[in-house]
């Protein structure tokens, strides 16, 4: 099990950027496929973004696309999103997951969750 802590939630103008971090614990890190979710207040929990351990393939959800960015500092234990160009609808608790193997989007996949960071984005 890995303990996952994540940071950098606040509130945020949209059109705004927002850099969350997450941090890891734990002896398997560097093996281990990296996720971001969010879920907002009233929605089911989405997919927003995994990277690989290997070469740091990333994948991001359609919504995101060309706004956030997943990155990863495997020396650090660390996992970054950087989320530019925010949109109301981005109001969300941010969850990061991480799981032994390649990146997916299923929430299922994930057996290791941080507590969340809580962003909001005012119109």
């Known amino acids: 099990q890995v303990e996952l802590v994540e940071s950098g939630g606040g509130l945020v103008q949209a059109g705004g950027s927002l850099r969350l971090s997450c941090a890891a614990s734990?002896?398997?890190?560097?093996?281990?496929?990296m996720g971001w979710f969010r879920q907002a207040p009233g929605r089911e929990r989405e997919f927003v973004a995994t990277i690989s351990f290997g070469d740091e393939s990333a994948y991001y959800a359609d919504s995101v696309k060309g706004r956030f960015t997943i990155s990863r500092n495997n020396a650090k234990n660390t996992v970054f999103l950087q989320m530019n160009s925010l949109k109301p609808e981005g109001t969300a608790v941010y969850y990061c997951?991480?799981?032994?193997?390649?990146?997916?989007?299923?929430?299922?996949?994930?057996?290791?969750w941080g507590q969340g960071t809580r962003v909001t984005v005012s119109s």
């Open positions: 734990g002896r398997t890190f560097s093996n281990y496929a």
């Open positions: 997951a991480a799981a032994r193997g390649g990146i997916s989007t299923s929430i299922s996949y994930y057996p290791n």
